[in-house]
Structure formats: C-alpha cells, structure tokens
C-alpha cells in the first residue's frame, strides 16, 4: 500500500513540473528529451504532383523521451504524444506549425503536406529556396513538453497550378455547393449538354437554387477530379470561367439557367421563369426494356421537384425515353444517337441503348434535357 501511495505521490508530482531541458531536474524528477536522427539529406526540390497523387518526401525518426524518479529510476508516463513542429529559421519556432501528430518514433512527411505547411508559414505560395527547422515536441502524462533538437532543412517549395482539364475527358460536370451540403463526391445534380460533339463544350443546368430563404453559392466539378476542392470550375469575373478553387457562383433564392462553356472558359447566368412548371407525381425511363409500360421509377430531387435520377440494369439493347405520371400525354424522347446526352421533345423516338450493364439516368423536366450513361 506503501509503494502505490509513493507511485501516486509521484504522477501527482509530475503535472506541477515545468518543462526541462536534455536531462535537467526540476525537482525530484528529470526528461530526458528525444534525440531526431539526421536525415540522408537536408536538402529538398520539392515539384507539383500529379492530380490525386501525393508523394513520400521523407521519414523522420527519433529516441523515446523518458522520465526519471529522483533516484534514477525510469517512470512510466502514459499518453505521451509526439508532435512533428515545423518554423522558418528565422522564426526560431515562434510560430510552430504541426506537420505530423503520433504516438510512434517515427513520421512521414509527404510532398503536398509539406508544401502547404511552407506556405502556411510564408504567408503565401512561393518558389524561393527557403530554410525551415524541424524538430519534434514530446508530451506526456503530465502535461508538460520537451523539445528534440532541431534539424535544419534548405527546401525549394513550388507554387500550386491547377491543371486544365481536356475537354474530352470531362465527359460528365457536377454541380457542388449549398444544394448538396458542399460535398465534393456528391452526384446529385449533374450538367446537361445540347451535344454529344466533344468540341463542343458547353454544359447548361436549369433548376432551383436556394439556401433556406437566401440564394445557393456552388461550383461545378469534372467527374474525375471529384472527391476535392482544387480542381473545380469557379466564377470569374465578367463571365470569365476559372479553374481552381477560386469564386463560387451564386444564385437564388429562385429557377435560374446557368450555362458554362469549357473550351472558351466563359460562364452565364439569367433567370428562369418555372411559375407555370408542372409537378409530377413520378417519372420514369420508358421503352422496349419494360414492354412501354410499368416503367421503373426515378427518384425525385428533394431539393428540386423537377430533378430525377435513377440506376437501372439494362439486360439487352433498347430505345429509351421518359414518361411523366405514367400518363402518354407527358412523355419526351430524343434521337436515336443522342445518348449520352440528350434534350427530349413530345412524343420523340427515343435514344438507342446499345449495350447492356448499369446505367444513371438523369432527366430535368423543366428542360426535357436527359443523361443515359453506363457505370463505370
């Protein structure tokens, strides 16, 4: 009982200390500070990755801290985190930022962490060969830290530019921004085209834009570079369409048609009129595949009443074509070629599907614009 009344006696001890230097009492207890191994080399040319791709720089490594009783005896100190701290040389660690937190003796550190970590501490993005310090902050059970020394590293950052899309890759833009809680992977809300021509580069989307009783800010985002922010279509001035993660449109509260061309970079947007809009009850692709009835049916936009989507398993080819309220009197087909984009007209044929597999469906009845393309 002894024993466990002098252990207690001294973790108690330990939160009144202060942080002490490379085996320095304070007290009855001492630390030991960690000791971050040198690097092969200090020197670092750091370049803009490829999209998606995030590329190892380095490993640090260091020695454990430890915590010593008067008599020399080690003490066990729980919940001891290790803090990779990062400062120009010039600061002298004045204004630390964090490149790594961890419970292990050893870090990586990779390309775009490190170089926005750089421009964090510059203020802004720069390419001038910069001297930054590292160094590694041990903190333990008792709440206080010590600090390894510091290694010093002479680094060449890059300023980040956004890649330019091909036109003929960005086969499918999403809208992101209020409407879907500003989530990069969400598909909710697609852009329509007139035409499938790969030079051709404009995509339209007319529908309601609101954030509770105030209008929608958001932004368009190629299919391939969802899941981030930095590679998106934002709102220049005078009609100009940026690349990047600059301005965000807005629009609303209200029906606006909002129209981007991605081949000449320009962006409109005006007003619709949806007063006279019909809402339907359902929705639903129609054509050979269901014996031109019974069709499947869509699910309606939550946020807009006239946006529907769907997933569907086409077992053989078929036309295809929409019905609204599974009522002939409301039903839009387009051409036979125009698919995967399309805008359907009363009473039209119907575009072709010519291969089997799963497909989204997309159908805007303000525009009768349509999507019909398989999953990748």
Not at 32 to 38: D, I, M, Q, R
Not at 312 to 333: H, I, M, P, Q, V
Request: with cysteine; aromatic share 14%.
């Amino acid at each position: 009982m002894k024993k466990i009344k002098y252990i207690i006696s001294l973790f108690c001890m330990l939160t009144l200390m202060s942080a002490c230097s490379n085996d320095e009492s304070i007290g009855s207890i001492s630390t030991t500070e960690p000791v971050l191994n040198s690097l092969a080399s200090n020197e670092w040319v750091l370049t803009q990755p490829e999209v998606d791709q995030n590329p190892f720089l380095f490993r640090l490594n260091w020695t454990k801290a430890r915590f010593f009783d008067q008599s020399g005896e080690a003490l066990y100190v729980d919940n001891v985190q290790y803090d990779i701290e990062a400062d120009l040389s010039d600061n002298n660690f004045s204004k630390p930022i964090i490149l790594v937190s961890t419970t292990k003796l050893f870090a990586d550190i990779y390309t775009q962490q490190f170089n926005t970590a750089i421009a964090q501490m510059l203020g802004a993005e720069s390419k001038t060969i910069q001297n930054i310090n590292i160094r590694v902050k041990t903190s333990g059970g008792s709440g206080e830290s010590v600090y390894s020394e510091a290694l010093t590293l002479v680094v060449t950052p890059y300023i980040y530019v956004a890649p330019v899309p091909d036109p003929e890759s960005s086969k499918h833009i999403y809208i992101i921004g209020d409407m879907n809680g500003w989530n990069p992977n969400n598909t909710d809300f697609i852009m329509y085209r007139n035409s499938n021509d790969v030079e051709d580069g404009v995509y339209t989307y007319t529908g309601y834009f609101a954030n509770g009783n105030e209008g929608a800010y958001f932004k368009f985002c190629a299919e391939e570079f969802l899941g981030g922010y930095n590679n998106m279509y934002c709102a220049g001035e005078g009609g100009k369409l940026e690349f990047g993660d600059t301005g965000a449109f807005y629009a609303g509260p209200g029906y606006y048609t909002v129209t981007i061309d991605i081949i000449n970079m320009t962006w409109t947007l005006t007003p619709y009129d949806a007063s006279a809009a019909k809402n339907y009850t359902t929705m639903g692709p129609i054509g050979g595949f269901c014996g031109w009835d019974n069709e499947p049916l869509m699910t309606k936009s939550a946020y807009d009443p006239h946006q529907w989507h769907i997933a569907y398993l086409f077992e053989s080819g078929t036309a295809c074509k929409f019905r609204g309220n599974k009522d002939w009197a409301n039903n839009w087909g387009g051409g036979e070629f125009d698919i995967p984009y399309g805008k359907g007209v009363f009473d039209g044929g119907g575009a072709s599907i010519n291969e089997p597999g799963l497909y989204d469906i997309y159908f805007n009845d303000l525009t009768a614009h349509y999507i019909i393309k398989i999953r990748n």
